[in-house]
Every structure is written in structure tokens, then in C-alpha cells.
């Protein structure tokens, strides 16, 4: 069964920093493309950033390019999402998602349980 | 960055009725490459976003055949021919022609009369 697990979120004051990780399991992960996407509070999805199967395309969404960085480890199966100078409004539920090819779609199958992260003081 | 305009934001529909839902984009969303990159997800309460439909009109491994999408170029349209209880959640139009941007409709949220 493929499986997306999300972890590291918490409480963090405004300015700190953040890292969440997505464990995969149940699918060779070094050939599927991911991404991370957010849901504040009551609110919809955002999409924040992608990555490509091998790790060369990374591509961020404007609000959060230059504050977070994605990335994997192809050999441990986990996806990353650093994040720094965190606002108010990054208030969220991170979910980690898997598209369904090896370049980024867009096609998300399976999305992880999420993360909750929230910033504030 | 382009933009999904959901409507209605909400709907309450009786079980065994149809249900449909609109998606407009700001921009044409047929890439060069034939496909038009229009995807429908559903979050279910309490639940995590799950994929319903892809590139228009397929659907997805799973996905009922009362769901059903249609359209083309910037006009798009989920329905539901016979609602069920276990339907209800909140819908969302997603694009993917374009990258690093892709972005969601706002949701239309599907309740049970």
C-alpha cells in the first residue's frame, strides 16, 4: 500500500524555522515526482512546491519562494520541506503529496495525512 | 499566476439527485503537448484531498461512474448524477499548465439536504 506519512510540525514563534519531513512507503519513490501543498485553517489548497523524481527541478510557489526549500533523499524515501522566517500565515496543514509520474504533473495520488504547523507567539 | 474560479461555493443537494459544479480558468489550460491540465480533487471531513478526476473527464482509479467532468479550454464542469451521502465534502479544481504556479479553485463545498 503507498503510504505518505508527514512529520515535524508544531508550534514555532514568528521568525524561526522549520523542517517537515514524508516518509514514503509501498512505491519506489526515486521515480515519482512530489510536492507540498498547504491548508490554512478553514480555508483551500495552496500549492507550495514541487520536485522532480531525481531531485533537479525544484520549482516554489511565490509566496514562499526564498523562505523554503524542498528536497529528497532518494536513498532514505523521504521528502523534505525546510522552512524559514515562518509568518503568521504560514499557519497551516502541510500535506506531502505524490504525483503520479516521474516529472511534475500535477496528478496527485496519494496525499499524506498532513502537518500541522503553527506560528505564532 | 493563473486563476480557478469555482461556483457555487456551496451546494446542498438531496440524495439521489444531480449535483454540478463550475471551474473557469483565467487562461486557456490546453498545453501545446494535446492535454488540458485540469484535475478535480474532493476532501472528504476529516480527511485528506484524494484525486477524482483527471485532464478534464477521466476518472480515476476508483472514482464512481456518477462522477463525471467536462469541458475545454478555460470552462469546466464536475457533476455528480446521483448524489449519495457518502459525497459529501468540498471540491476543487486544480491547474497544472503551468508551473512553478499551480493553483486550486477556492472549493465548492457539497452538503446532503
Known amino acids: 500500500e503507498v503510504q505518505l506519512l508527514e512529520s515535524g510540525g508544531g508550534l514555532v514563534q514568528p521568525g524561526g524555522s522549520l523542517r517537515l519531513s514524508c516518509a514514503a512507503s509501498g512505491f519506489t519513490f526515486s521515480t515519482y515526482a512530489m510536492s507540498w501543498v498547504r491548508q490554512a485553517p478553514g480555508k483551500g489548497l495552496e500549492w507550495l512546491s514541487a520536485?522532480?523524481?531525481?531531485?533537479?527541478?525544484?520549482y516554489y510557489a511565490d509566496s514562499v519562494k526564498g523562505r523554503v526549500t524542498i528536497s529528497r533523499d532518494n536513498s532514505k524515501n523521504i521528502l523534505y520541506l525546510q522552512m524559514n522566517s515562518l509568518r503568521a500565515e504560514d499557519t497551516a496543514i502541510y500535506y506531502c503529496?505524490?504525483?503520479?509520474?516521474?516529472?511534475?504533473?500535477?496528478?496527485?495520488?496519494?496525499w499524506g495525512q498532513g502537518t500541522l504547523v503553527t506560528v505564532s507567539t | 499566476d493563473i486563476v480557478m474560479t469555482q461556483t457555487p461555493l456551496s451546494l446542498s443537494v438531496t440524495p439521489g439527485q444531480p449535483a454540478s459544479m463550475s471551474c473557469k480558468s483565467s487562461q486557456s489550460l490546453l498545453h501545446s503537448d494535446g492535454k488540458t491540465y485540469l484535475y478535480w480533487y474532493v476532501q472528504k471531513p476529516g480527511q485528506s484531498p484524494q484525486l477524482l478526476i483527471y485532464e478534464i473527464s477521466n476518472r480515476f482509479s476508483g472514482v464512481p461512474e456518477r462522477f463525471s467532468g467536462s469541458g475545454s479550454g478555460t470552462d469546466f464542469t464536475l457533476k455528480i448524477s446521483r448524489v449519495e451521502a457518502e459525497d459529501v465534502g468540498v471540491y476543487y479544481c486544480?491547474?497544472?499548465?503551468?508551473?512553478?504556479?499551480?493553483?486550486f479553485g477556492q472549493g465548492t463545498k457539497l452538503e446532503i439536504k
Open positions: 520536485i522532480s523524481a531525481t531531485g533537479d527541478g525544484r
Open positions: 503529496a505524490k504525483d503520479r509520474y516521474n516529472w511534475n504533473k500535477g496528478e496527485f495520488d496519494p
Open positions: 486544480m491547474q497544472s499548465i503551468q508551473l512553478p504556479s499551480y493553483t
